[in-house]
């Protein structure tokens, strides 16, 4: 059986993803971040997302936190230019929900202007007037429990979250208070097996896990990461399947060979004598 969609399969709707989730069907999702690499994930993948990551996997920096929504516009038009059939989720990046609810409502209606189906957030318990008035303006929002990278600084670093009894209770309830707010999935992030389980199962919404062991609906992961192109720091939880940067680095070591041979036979033509 082909891995891949036919062109005529259905686009990826809110509803059809939930009910792909109660059938039992696992959930694929990965990020990308402009044309190309929406159009290698569109095929195999249920659900896009133009994540912040795009920080760290592209633009050089060492986190999520200067992101702006410029930029995530910028590269969310590039995706939303190829039209795609799955399911596509923007980012909102730090700082912007965090302001005043009418800046939330503008910046996450942009994006649903510029072709994104739905936005994703970070946090629990704090953001559920935001959530509900994102829901009542007909703004779909995914939410994103467990280690959220634009905490960063508040985490102390990059760490698995839900280790202890207490903080593992408190991201099970937030799940159940942003499912109540009105969220139709949830990333569940660096979060220990048993607790995303227990969440997976006590929801109705689906779980979309990255670094959350094997029980979500889904599991996101950044294309990049995959495809291998990610250099130093790779999640453990990864599994690359290609080396994608040692593979383009070689093609263009080959390119290379070739275009200095056509340029020196074209010195030789041109200059016989040289
Ligand atoms: O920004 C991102 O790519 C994400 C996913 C890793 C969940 O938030």
């Known amino acids: 059986m082909s891995h891949f969609s036919s062109s005529d399969a259905p686009a990826v709707t809110i509803p059809l993803l939930q009910q792909w989730a109660r059938d039992g069907r696992r ?3 990965t990020t990308a971040y402009d044309a190309i690499t929406a159009r290698l994930a569109d095929p195999v993948v249920d659900m896009i997302l133009v994540g ?3 920080g760290n996997v592209c633009l050089g920096f060492d986190n999520t936190l200067p992101i702006s929504m410029t930029m995530m516009n910028h590269h969310l038009e590039a995706v939303a230019r190829t039209r795609p059939r799955a399911l596509l989720v923007a980012d909102m990046p730090y700082l912007s929900y965090h302001l005043s609810l009418e800046d939330t409502l503008r910046n996450a ?9 739905a936005v994703k957030l970070e946090g629990g318990g704090k953001r559920l007037a935001t959530i509900r008035a994102l829901v009542d303006c007909e703004i779909p929002v995914m939410g994103h429990l467990g280690l959220t990278p634009q905490s960063v600084h508040a985490m102390g670093g990059f760490k698995v979250q839900g280790r202890g009894a207490e903080d593992a209770l408190q991201i ?7 499912q109540e707010a009105g969220c139709f999935a ?17 929801l109705s919404i689906p ?15 950044v294309l990049h990461d995959v495809l291998g192109l990610t250099q130093g720091h790779r999640p453990k ?22 275009a200095l ?3 020196s036979v074209c010195c030789r033509i041109l200059c016989p004598a040289g």
């Not at 209606?109 to 189906?117: E, I, V």
């Open 52 to 54: 912040d990551s795009v």
């Open 109 to 117: 209606g942009g994006f649903l202007q510029r072709g994104a189906k």
């Open 207 to 221: 779980t979309i896990g990255i670094g959350a062991g094997p029980h979500c609906s889904g599991q996101v992961l």
């Open 27 to 29: 959930l694929v999702v």
């Open 237 to 258: 939880f990864v599994r690359t399947y290609v080396d994608g940067f040692d593979l383009l680095q070689q093609a263009l070591a080959l390119g290379r060979g070739c």
């Open 186 to 202: 949830l990333v569940l992030e660096g979060v220990p097996a048993e607790l995303a389980a227990r969440v997976t199962e006590t």
């Open 172 to 178: 099970l309830e937030d799940a159940h208070r942003l």
């Open 261 to 263: 041979r056509r340029l």
